[in-house]
Nanobody, 124 residues
Framework: VQLQASGGGLVQAGGSLRLSCAAS????????IGWYRQAPGKERELVAV???????NYADSVKGRFTISRENLRTTVYLQMNNLKPEDTAVYYC???????????????????WGQGTQVTVSS
């Protein structure tokens, strides 16, 4: 299974972007999905994650501005980012897993597949 992320770019503060991530491969079945980001000199951090039933977790810094979603066949996921801020500048990575959440959401190392990353740059 390969993940292809797209939609990054340069945007002014206050603008919007929508990231997409498509999974390819035979027999792909995706349940848990997630978006993470890594800024220069910083650790990778969770942005938004979702279970197959629609439960979601968001980083406090993006709540109310970002929305994670997926298309009906589950193999494409999106991250709608509104009211972008310069501190949102990072490489964004999508993650997917064939297994779903258990009692809690998945941590980064529990995902089966990762995209190559797409750069988001927000200018002030």
């Amino acid at each position: 299974v390969q993940l292809q992320a797209s939609g990054g770019g340069l945007v002014q503060a206050g603008g919007s972007l929508r990231l997409s991530c498509a999974a390819s491969g035979s027999g792909v079945r995706i349940n848990a999905i997630g978006w993470y980001r890594q800024a220069p000199g910083k650790e990778r951090e969770l942005v938004a994650v979702a279970s197959s039933s629609g439960n979601t977790n968001y980083a406090d810094s993006v709540k109310g501005r970002f929305t994670i979603s997926r298309e009906n066949l589950r193999t494409t996921v999106y991250l709608q980012m509104n009211n972008l801020k310069p501190e949102d500048t990072a490489v964004y990575y999508c993650a997917m897993s064939s297994s779903d959440w258990g009692p809690r959401s998945k941590t980064a190392h529990e995902y089966d597949y990762w995209g190559q990353g797409t750069q988001v740059t927000v200018s002030s």
